[in-house]
């Protein structure tokens, strides 16, 4: 569920919620700022966008109307149904993205292990655009090549 490979002089992120609200405001928000926004509605296909990314680049076959994805930054919902973003978390390469943890429920337990699984920043919704675009600017020029 990409729009578009992003383009060199942009900043990526890639959105990973299963609530498309959450994901059009966070787009809304970012490509304000001047991020190229690519969306998944669920762990495993933000994997598959990740791994597309890496295949492509490695020569392979992205699949079917999917295009590589290679973000600076990975904005994920903790709670989703199937994977959770923790467990999606564990698996990002994090030489090359970083994560932001989103989540509803903020509580120690979900901080321990976002920070465990390698998130590198956590915001509770409800968040206002000012929060989540200084969190996303922060990371994404820590980012390798940001």
Do not use: N, W, Y
């Not at 920070?115 to 675009?133: I, Q, R, T, Y």
Request: a negative charge; hydrophobic letters at 50%.
């Amino acid at each position: 569920m990409t729009d578009a490979v992003p383009s060199p002089s942009r900043r990526a992120v890639l959105v990973v919620d299963d609530d498309d609200c959450i994901r059009a405001v966070v787009r809304a928000v970012l490509e304000a700022g001047d991020f190229e926004v690519a969306e998944a509605v669920d762990g495993p296909s933000a994997l598959q966008l990740l791994g597309a990314g890496s295949d492509a680049t490695a020569g392979g076959d992205v699949g079917a109307g999917q295009e590589a994805v290679v973000p600076d930054v990975l904005v994920l919902d903790v709670m989703m149904p199937g994977m959770d973003g923790i467990e999606v978390c564990r698996q990002v390469d994090h030489r090359t993205t970083r994560v932001l943890m989103l989540t509803a429920r903020e509580d120690v337990a979900i901080r321990d292990a976002s920070a465990a699984a390698g998130a590198d920043a956590f915001l509770a919704k409800p968040f206002s655009a000012v929060e989540l675009l200084d969190a996303i600017e922060r990371l994404s020029a820590d980012a390798p090549g940001g």
